[in-house]
């Protein structure tokens, strides 16, 4: 047998490479979050032996603390995965104790001809592993939410992806068009008949691929049926585009079609495009034919142009990059006064871009909203900027008639910013874990449903949410002060206040309350003199966060209205922050409550 710690294990069909971290079964992959396939690979490296469920979890999730229940949900993942019914032919459960992996395991390199032999997988093997995220259990999982037999899914639903659409040119300047492609792709697509057709999340798609895996793969291990992929060339002003449809299974050519036009031509290249694939998605998949309306464009080729390299920015989400994104959103209005999308997509940055005072940025959101709905009240992007606007300056009848108005025209939109602000944050939570259904590794939808979790005081369920963005990305220090937020609300102070320190400035205020509740007075005061050095007339909400840990409600209360003065972004989220609870039972409470003119349920 090989002795070489990088090579894999083989028990029945599987193969388990350590190296590349994956698992094979007659020779297709089968898709393992990174916890499942540690926790896979832990009985497995250790077969025969009892493995107690401390010394799992201690090997699975090493230095951080977890409950009895997350394992206890890849032990249940990987039942299903490794078809282990109730004779138990590769995991035994030891009640009170532990697990023991009792199939038979050999180490090396996998034969072709061994391999070719195999039988092929079970129907009712789950393509991809799914943690239902239920009462206390911690949700580390992350691919598919469905766990149904394919032909039960057919018959509902068919997943189709866009793949990223590559840029053929040789220019990284052209990135843009490929992106802006792309994305009015993945748009337009979701919007044809979503009870028949979903949509796979374009970060999903995007990571999986930047993983090593194939467009093949996509449909045998994420469930997608159909696939659309495509290349953008340009060559001066002349632009063409490829695109084909696929259906996965033996990546059989449905059709193909190339389109070709000068970028000063009226209509833009990429609404042409989908308006010519919905078409033809509509007549290949029988689905109810309705013309697709893009609305809030330009005739302006030219501010077209500006407007998707304006977009291509404003996706990074970056500070830096929203800043030029801005400038290119204002140059494409001057172009055309008419564009409609520019102003509202100008509006969402307003909103996120620092300004002197907040108050600033979200009256300039508002005006540019505005003006989007000015030009095209029909403009569904340009109803929801207004209501963001109108959420941050407070202003909740015209934030409410704007949402009411986007879901008039949108009935898939729902606002979990509303629904919290009103107080209703689990129904918030339930809708962002419905969003992960078709995007389960994009990093920003599992801190959404772990910003909803903690909201509805669901701690355990929002450290799951939060510990997977940050294995989806490990940088995103909000996640991480957020995951701390919901220690420190389950008393474990020693894991909440390294991160709060790692994170700096931007956690002061949580870290000065945790101080002032654990009685480090002057820790405390230590926190509101930087607060203070800072800002010596802003940072209110943090500044009342550390008067709370101190029990001086008084101050509390003068620096909470402040707050309120200069429209703190948190403060919206006065009726559910859990950490506002001390105040609750003062009077002052309900008349800044009042004060605000938070909407009633």
């Not at 603390?65 to 394992?71: D, K, S």
């Not at 005006?367 to 569904?380: C, P, Q, R, W, Y």
Request: with cysteine; charged share 20%.
């Amino acid at each position: 047998m090989t002795t070489d710690a990088d090579a894999p294990y083989n028990f029945g069909p599987f193969w388990l490479d350590p190296a590349e971290k994956t698992l094979t079964s007659a020779g297709e992959p089968v898709a393992l979050t990174p916890k499942v396939f540690d926790t896979l690979l832990a009985l497995v490296s250790h077969t025969g032996r009892l493995l107690s469920k401390d010394d799992l979890m201690k090997e699975v999730w090493p230095n951080t603390f977890v409950e009895e229940a997350n394992l206890a949900q890849n032990i249940s993942v990987l039942r299903k995965i490794l078809g282990d019914g109730a004779e138990s032919r590769y995991i035994e459960t030891v009640p009170k104790r532990g697990y023991r992996f009792v199939a038979p395991v050999t180490r090396g390199r996998p034969n072709p001809a061994a391999v070719a032999s195999l039988p092929p997988r079970r129907n009712n093997v789950p393509r991809l592993a799914v943690a239902a995220i239920t009462g206390a259990t911690l949700a580390i999982i992350v691919l598919l939410a469905w766990v149904a037999r394919p032909v039960e899914r057919e018959n509902t639903r068919a997943i189709l992806a866009v793949l990223p659409i590559a840029n053929i040119t040789g220019d990284p300047d052209d990135e843009y068009l490929s992106d802006g492609l792309t994305e009015e792709l993945v748009t337009q697509v979701g919007r044809l008949h979503p009870p028949r057709l979903a949509v796979l999340g374009r970060v999903t798609v995007a990571r999986y691929l930047a993983n090593g895996h194939t467009a093949a793969d996509i449909g045998t291990v994420l469930g997608v049926r159909y696939v659309i992929e495509g290349s953008v060339r340009r060559e001066g002003s002349r632009v063409r585009v490829s695109v084909r449809l696929l259906e996965t299974p033996g990546q059989t050519l449905l059709w193909a079609d190339s389109y070709e036009q000068d970028m000063g031509e009226a209509l833009p290249m990429q609404i042409r495009v989908s308006r010519a694939v919905t078409s033809r998605l509509q007549t290949t998949l029988s689905l109810p034919s309705e013309r697709l309306v893009i609305r809030g464009g330009t005739e302006n080729p030219q501010a077209f142009e500006l407007y998707l390299k304006a977009h291509f920015l404003w996706n990074k989400r970056m500070p830096d990059m929203q800043l030029k994104a801005l400038r290119l959103y204002e140059q494409a209005v001057a172009l055309d006064p008419t564009f409609a999308q520019a102003y509202a997509e100008m509006s969402q940055v307003h909103v996120a871009v620092p300004n002197p005072t907040s108050i600033d940025g979200y009256q300039l959101a508002l005006e540019a909203a505005s003006k989007a709905l000015a030009i095209d009240d029909g403009l569904v992007a340009a109803h929801i900027s207004l209501a963001a606007a109108a959420m941050h300056l407070f202003d909740w009848p015209t934030a409410e008639r704007a949402l009411r108005r986007a879901e008039e025209l949108d009935p898939t939109f729902r606002s979990t910013e509303f629904m919290l602000i009103r107080g209703q944050a689990d129904d918030a939570l339930a809708e962002s874990e419905r969003a992960l259904e078709n995007d389960p590794l994009n990093m920003l939808a599992w801190h959404a449903a772990g910003f909803h979790a903690f909201y509805a005081r669901q701690y355990t369920k929002a450290i799951g949410h939060f510990l997977q963005a940050i294995e989806l990305d490990p940088s995103h220090v909000y996640s991480r002060i957020r995951l701390a937020d919901c220690y420190a609300a389950l008393g474990r102070y020693d894991e909440a206040i390294p991160i709060w320190q790692e994170a700096g400035s931007v956690a002061l205020g949580n870290l000065g309350l945790a101080y002032g509740l654990l009685n480090r007075r002057q820790d405390a005061l230590d926190v509101l003199r930087q607060l203070h050095e800072q800002s010596p007339t802003h940072l209110a909400l943090g500044k009342a966060g550390v008067y709370i840990g101190l029990g001086d409600l008084d101050s509390a209360f003068y620096w909470m209205n402040k707050a309120y003065d200069e429209r703190s972004f948190q403060l919206i989220y006065l009726k559910v922050d859990p950490r506002l609870d001390p105040l609750r039972a003062d009077p002052r409470y309900e008349e800044l409550v009042r004060r605000a003119g938070f909407p009633a349920l």
